[in-house]
């Protein structure tokens, strides 16, 4: 592709300073970016180096001083760069050698199947009996969907995920390889020599515009519902247990571990391998730390980090203090040995 700059303008709706009828033809990180090549500055560094880059035009936020590139100054610097390599390189959807109602001949389809138009099922698929499936929707090798499942449309489920009995999945939801949707939540009443299960009965829900990613495995609830509202996103291998609520447009992070019955707010933010205990509320707005472990509800707006959870701040001055621990002890021995000797005098 060769495009120019005004048109990538109009795709990000920013304003040029410099060239507009430069030519752009692909998009590239800030270092190695060339004349040919669009990329994005956001943080102070790459701000400040600016006019070191290759690039034949940076994506800048509005409050950039003067600069020799070629700008394109927009509100939103990570969202616009996103538009633009969306752009270069659309979503190419996969196709396989199938027959014309798009369903391979090698797949396993049950009975009461209702189809909408536009769907892909892919070799090796197993839908069981009295599935749904909305318009446009991609099943790649080796999905299973479970007896009385819904998909809505516009939805791309790729290789090897499973979706279990009964659950109810949105429309423009994209599921990653490996996951396990509607799995048994870990439930089990010991008796003092063994344990017996406890029968999980109700479902998974997925909202719309939800992107669950490779790995995960979502529980069902024990009753009523686990339940991913709109426009959540999570990294891979996340674990969400029986009853969990996430928040609409909440991010979990890699290898996040959710206990049963937590309700998480909208627009939260958990970092890479926290973890939450069972029947806690976090709030909306609440950014949890990496590997934090959280023992206590959070209120809305808050930044927790460590384990057991605390303030980020407090947590950074606790850090700060760690790695002085030895030399602290030393010190506290010392004291401890004059005031002795002073005792002793007296």
Known sequence: MDIPLSRIAEVVEGKIRGDNHKHISGVAPFESATQNDITFADNAK???QINKTGAGAVIVPRDLPESSKNLVI???VRVAFAKVVTFFYPHSKSTYSISSDGICSNAYIGKNFIRGKDISIAPFVVIQDNVVLGDRVILHPNVVIGDNVIIGN??????N?????R????????IHAGTVIGSDGFGFAPDGEKYYKIPQTGIVQIDDDVEIGAGNTIDRATFGKTWIRRGVKTDNL?????????????VLVAQVGISGSVTIGKHAILAGQAGVSGHLTIGDDVTIGPQAGVTASVPDGKVVSGSPEMPHRLWLRVQRIIYRLPEL?????EIEKRLNKVEEKN
């Open 167 to 174: 659950c109810r999945i949105g429309s423009r939801v994209i």
């Open 74 to 76: 927009v509100d939103n």
């Open 329 to 333: 002890k030393k010190k506290l021995s």
């Open 161 to 165: 995920v499973t979706i279990l009995e």
């Open 154 to 159: 516009d939805v791309e489920i790729y290789p």
């Open 238 to 250: 996340i674990h969400i247990a029986h009853n969990v609520t996430i928040g609409e447009n909440s």
């Open 46 to 48: 790459s701000l400040k």
